[in-house]
């Protein structure tokens, strides 16, 4: 697709449910980011992959939290037993190889967001 | 720790006014500066991005910011807003190296509302 698409956009759930988030990031994009936003708060890292490997997972909040990107393209974040807290928007962003020809350095798209519920 | 500042949370402007919005960022190491913004109803858009050089960058729609080290700020700045400038901004820091290439950390967003 032209952009990073993000899908649900919008997921309401019950406290102790598992959700999955995914993520689609612009083709040939290696590089893919997961932030969180509350509301009222700029998005704050989580995770992010190279290809399909994980480089770094420091930001994710506790156990619960979990992403995978197998096979170096889409990317599904699950959060286990949600919690109220968990109620946020969910941002994924992609990034081109710093070495492609339209590489911009750094330059992350960013998806749509899923706004996530946790009743 | 890394972390970036926003000065205001809510800036108020009639059109053609002036616009500066104040970021600073506490950062270890080599640092890329970004400003994003977010439209209503849209994501996140970059406006403009700094990677070294010249310390004032020109983005889209006008705006352009200064990297000034000395201070540890980049501040957003465009000469005359539109009402079409109503939007969140967001100031982000990423790292530049390193394993975490690319990380970014955002400040808390400033909303700015401009009236016709």
């Known amino acids: 697709g032209a952009g990073v698409s993000q899908s649900p956009r919008y997921k309401v759930t019950k406290r102790g449910q598992d959700v999955a988030l995914r993520c689609d990031p612009i083709?040939?994009?290696?590089?893919l980011y997961w932030y969180r936003q509350a509301l009222g708060q700029g998005p704050e890292f989580l995770t992010y992959?190279?290809?399909?490997?994980?480089?770094?997972k420091s930001g994710l909040p506790n156990d619960r939290f979990s992403a995978e990107r197998p096979e170096g393209s889409i990317s599904t974040l699950t959060i286990q037993r949600t919690e109220q807290r968990d109620s946020a928007m969910y941002r994924c962003a992609s990034r081109p190889s710093l070495f492609s020809k339209t590489g911009g350095r750094n330059e992350q798209f960013f998806g749509p967001g899923t706004r996530l519920t946790v009743l | 720790a890394q972390s970036v500042s926003q000065h205001n949370h809510h800036v108020i402007l009639s059109e053609a006014a002036s616009l500066e919005l104040g970021c600073n960022y506490s950062y270890g190491g080599t640092v890329n500066l970004f400003w994003y913004v977010q439209y209503p109803g849209q994501h996140l858009q970059l406006l403009l991005k700094y990677f070294s050089g010249d310390p004032l960058v020109k983005g889209i729609k006008g705006f352009e910011a200064e990297f000034i080290k000395s201070k540890f700020s980049f501040n957003l700045r465009k000469p005359s807003v539109q009402w079409s400038d109503t939007a969140e901004y967001f100031c982000a820091a990423g790292n530049a190296g390193g394993t975490s290439y690319g990380k970014l950390t955002f400040g808390q967003g400033t909303i700015l509302t401009v009236h016709p």
């Open positions: 992959f190279n290809y399909e490997a994980q480089q770094d």
């Open positions: 083709s040939g994009h290696v590089s």
